[in-house]
């Protein structure tokens, strides 16, 4: 028996041998698979972290974009808000400028209304009427056939008078 159980030893260890092998075949294929799988894993992870970084600066590429963006039309508002703002100064200093004008032709205009003629008229004829002495009815030296020279002041009085016929003796 011996014989027996050293074959059947043999073969025990034969089997194991066998069975390690396999094992061991297994292990190199499962190591094999995990490998690839880490592997495989790996690259998708560094895919999907390139993709989030290149995301993350095409997102921050957006994002400086607009805000040079914002910053010029701020800007832009800012000289078109300036531009008005002058114009407008500008603008109100014309208009008071006319305004000033305006007041002083209007002021020139109601100096030149004022009839200076009629004082001076005024004048003479109250000098007329106080020098002349009132002889009345035309009695006061006033009755020579010569006419009086034709001035100025004697027309005006004409005028207001509404005849050839002397004011007051004059």
Avoid at 12 to 40: F, H, I, P, S, W
Avoid at 64 to 75: F, N, P, S, V, W
Avoid at 97 to 126: G, H, I, N
Wanted: aromatic share 2%; hydrophobic share 30%; net charge negative.
């Amino acid at each position: 028996m011996s014989r027996e159980n050293s074959a059947l030893i043999a073969l025990e260890e034969l089997k194991n041998l066998e069975a390690q092998r396999v094992q061991q075949v297994e292990d190199e294929v499962r190591a094999t698979e995990d490998a690839e799988r880490r592997a495989k894993e790996e690259a998708e992870r560094k895919a999907r972290e390139e993709e989030e970084r290149i995301r993350q600066e095409k997102a921050e590429q957006a994002r400086l974009a607009q805000e040079e963006h914002d910053r010029k039309e701020r800007e832009e508002r800012i000289r078109v808000a300036e531009a008005e703002a002058r114009s407008r100064a500008e603008q109100e200093a014309r208009l008071r400028e006319e305004q000033m004008r305006l007041d002083a032709q209007v002021k020139m205009a109601e100096r030149k209304k004022t009839p200076y003629w009629l004082y001076a008229t005024a004048a003479v004829l109250s000098i007329g009427l106080i020098g002349g002495g009132g002889g009345g009815g035309g009695g006061g030296g006033g009755g020579s056939a010569a006419k009086k020279p034709v001035t100025k002041e004697r027309k005006d009085k004409l005028s207001i008078g509404g005849g050839d016929a002397p004011l007051g003796g004059i």
